[in-house]
């Protein structure tokens, strides 16, 4: 069989928990930049206008950041999907093999 391919749904899985794991990520950046836009001391005396300045970009940053989340969380469902679709078919192809041992073993 040299066509064919060999899939491991397991590698599947891990891959998918490793893009939530990146995820992840994105959520801290999210939740340290919030902190920092309403925090005026973030930046120091000298510098606590900076806040005011970047509490707008923060609103962008968000929605791009919000947008790569999303897009992480179809990229995990859909490698799930697929390492179960995976299985379903090794599942289903050992049955069928099972049953035609089974018949010539009559």
Request: some cysteine.
């Given at each position: 069989m040299g066509d064919g391919f060999a899939v491991d749904a397991e590698q599947?899985?891990?891959?998918?928990?490793?893009?939530?794991?990146?995820k992840a990520r994105f959520e801290a950046v999210k939740a340290a930049s919030t902190h920092i836009a309403q925090d005026d001391a973030a930046y120091g005396l000298l510098?606590?206008?900076?806040?005011?300045i970047?509490?707008?970009k923060h609103g962008r940053q968000d929605e791009l950041i919000a947008y790569v989340e999303e897009n992480l969380s179809l990229a995990v469902a859909g490698l799930r999907r697929t390492a179960e679709g995976y299985d379903a078919v090794d599942d289903a192809a050992a049955i069928l093999i099972s049953r035609v041992?089974?018949?010539?073993?009559?």
């Open positions: 599947i899985r891990t891959h998918a928990h490793h893009v939530e794991a990146l510098c606590g206008w900076i806040s005011g970047l509490e707008s041992e089974s018949q010539l073993d009559r």
